[in-house]
């Protein structure tokens, strides 16, 4: 059964976690699991191919931002805010508030 | 006489502003003029060839981090903390924090 690695939240680089965030497709994925989690990959795919859903949620993974776990046929999705929030504090939540008042913004 | 461009506030992208801070010499830039700004680009250049701080330099602009103004023969760099800290609350603050406490905990 496939098993995927993540990182200690010690090995967690700023630069890495910053990376995966900047990107718009990653960071709607992060929003979306701040609202339920875990989810599986479907829900989350946003009609994109399956190869450029796996790199993104590899990038993901390997910053420490997300944590993916097989659970029967489901690859189950959540984010590591416990881990984050202990190891960058207020981070995760700045950018969270950050994109919503941003979406606000545009919407407005 | 060059003058630089740069976005209004009502323009910044929040993913543009993560990439802007996801690449360890920007962010080390970042922290430079957080300590003391504004500073010429000399002393932030860190033994990098012009070119490269040049691009480093426009990427921090054009994401609305920082501004360079021409003041004589200087070109003179400082972070909009108070434009980013209206548009995105606490986002400028936090990375701050986790790059000072990643630092603390590689030296420690």
Redesign the interface.
């Known amino acids: 059964m496939k098993q995927y690695e993540h990182p200690l939240v ?1 090995a967690f ?4 976690v ?2 995966a ?4 497709y990653r ?1 709607s994925v992060v929003q979306k699991l701040a609202e339920a989690q875990p989810q599986p990959c479907g829900p989350l795919q946003a009609g994109r191919p399956k190869s450029s859903v796996s790199h993104h949620f590899m990038v993901l993974r390997r910053a420490g931002v997300v944590r993916t776990e097989v659970v029967g046929a489901l690859h189950m999705n959540s984010l590591r805010d416990t881990e984050l929030e202990q ?5 995760l ?3 969270l ?3 919503q ?2 979406q606000e ?1 545009r919407a407005g």
Chains 1, 2 share one sequence.
């Not at 680089?13 to 890495?16: E, G, K, M, P, V």
């Not at 190891?87 to 981070?91: N, S």
């Open positions: 010690e680089d700023l630069t890495a910053l990376h965030l900047s990107d718009p960071l190891r960058f504090p207020g981070l939540s700045a950018v508030k950050a994109a008042s941003e913004c």
